[in-house]
C-alpha cells in the first residue's frame, strides 16, 4: 500500500538523491512544509522567513519499506543535532524534521529518538523536531531531480555527490539497482 512521509533534513538536493535511490520509495518531490506562507517559492524560502522547512515528500510502497526504514537513512545521512544547519546551509528553512502524517508515525518517530538517546549514537543531543504535517508545497521545477540534471553544478560535485556515494556505500543491500 502506498503511504506518504515528509522529511526535512537539510537541503532537499542532497536529500532527495538520497531516498530516491531506496527500494521502494515509489516517488520523491522537493518542496516546502511547516511554514505560514501560502505559496512560498525558492527566494522567500531561503529568505528564512516563512517558516518553511526545505523537506521532501517521499511516497512509499510499505509492502517493500517501511517508515521506520526511512528514518533509518534520515537519521544516517544528516546531523539531527545542529540546530537550524546542515553543513554550510544554515537557517530554520533547513532544520531537522518529522513532518508526521499521523499518530502512528509519531509514535514511531519518538521512540526512534529515545532509542538513539539512549544508545548514545549521536556526540550531541538530537534536535530534530516532530511536527504535525499540514501542507506541503512542491519545489518549482528545477529543483525536482537536481542531481540527475545538474551533476556537473559545483554544488553537487563537492556536496551532493559525495553524500550520494557514502550512503550507496552504507545502504548498498536497500538500493533499488543494487550493485553487485
Same mark, same amino acid.
Given at each position: 500500500? %502506498?503511504?506518504?512521509? *515528509?522529511?526535512?533534513?537539510?537541503?532537499?538536493? +542532497?536529500?532527495?538523491?538520497?531516498?530516491?535511490?531506496?527500494?521502494?520509495?515509489?516517488?520523491? *518531490?522537493?518542496?516546502?512544509?511547516?511554514?505560514?506562507?501560502?505559496?512560498? @517559492?525558492?527566494?522567500?524560502? +531561503?529568505?528564512?522567513?516563512?517558516?518553511?522547512? %526545505?523537506?521532501?515528500? =517521499?511516497?512509499?510502497? @510499505?509492502?517493500? $519499506? &517501511?517508515?521506520?526504514?526511512?528514518? %533509518?537513512?534520515?537519521?544516517?545521512?544528516? @546531523?539531527?543535532? *545542529?540546530?537550524?544547519? !546542515?553543513?554550510? /546551509? =544554515?537557517?530554520? !528553512?533547513?532544520?531537522?524534521? =518529522?513532518?508526521?502524517?499521523?499518530?502512528?508515525?509519531?509514535? $514511531?518517530?519518538?521512540?526512534? =529518538? !529515545?532509542?538513539?538517546?539512549?544508545?548514545?549514537t549521536f556526540k550531541d543531543t538530537i534536535v530534530t523536531?516532530?511536527?504535525?504535517?499540514?501542507?506541503?508545497?512542491?519545489?518549482?521545477?528545477?529543483?525536482?531531480n537536481y542531481l540527475a540534471l545538474n551533476g556537473s553544478?559545483?554544488? +553537487? &560535485?563537492?556536496?551532493v555527490k559525495p553524500k550520494v556515494e557514502k550512503f550507496?556505500?552504507?545502504?548498498? /543491500?536497500?538500493?533499488?539497482?543494487?550493485?553487485?
Amino acid at each position: 500500500m %502506498e503511504k506518504i512521509a *515528509t522529511l526535512g533534513n537539510g537541503c532537499f538536493w +542532497c536529500t532527495e538523491a538520497v531516498f530516491m535511490r531506496l527500494n521502494g520509495v515509489i516517488k520523491v *518531490t522537493s518542496g516546502y512544509s511547516g511554514g505560514h506562507m501560502e505559496n512560498p @517559492d525558492y527566494k522567500s524560502v +531561503c529568505g528564512g522567513n516563512t517558516g518553511h522547512a %526545505e523537506c521532501l515528500q =517521499i511516497i512509499y510502497d @510499505d509492502n517493500q $519499506i &517501511q517508515f521506520e526504514n526511512l528514518l %533509518e537513512v534520515f537519521w544516517g545521512t544528516h @546531523d539531527p543535532t *545542529t540546530l537550524n544547519r !546542515q553543513g554550510g /546551509d =544554515i537557517g530554520t !528553512q533547513y532544520r531537522s524534521v =518529522i513532518f508526521y502524517h499521523d499518530q502512528e508515525q509519531k509514535v $514511531i518517530a519518538e521512540s526512534y =529518538i !529515545q532509542q538513539l538517546t539512549e544508545a548514545k549514537t549521536f556526540k550531541d543531543t538530537i534536535v530534530t523536531t516532530l511536527e504535525p504535517f499540514t501542507l506541503f508545497y512542491p519545489a518549482e521545477d528545477y529543483h525536482q531531480n537536481y542531481l540527475a540534471l545538474n551533476g556537473s553544478n559545483p554544488y +553537487c &560535485q563537492l556536496v551532493v555527490k559525495p553524500k550520494v556515494e557514502k550512503f550507496e556505500m552504507k545502504y548498498a /543491500d536497500r538500493l533499488k539497482n543494487k550493485k553487485s
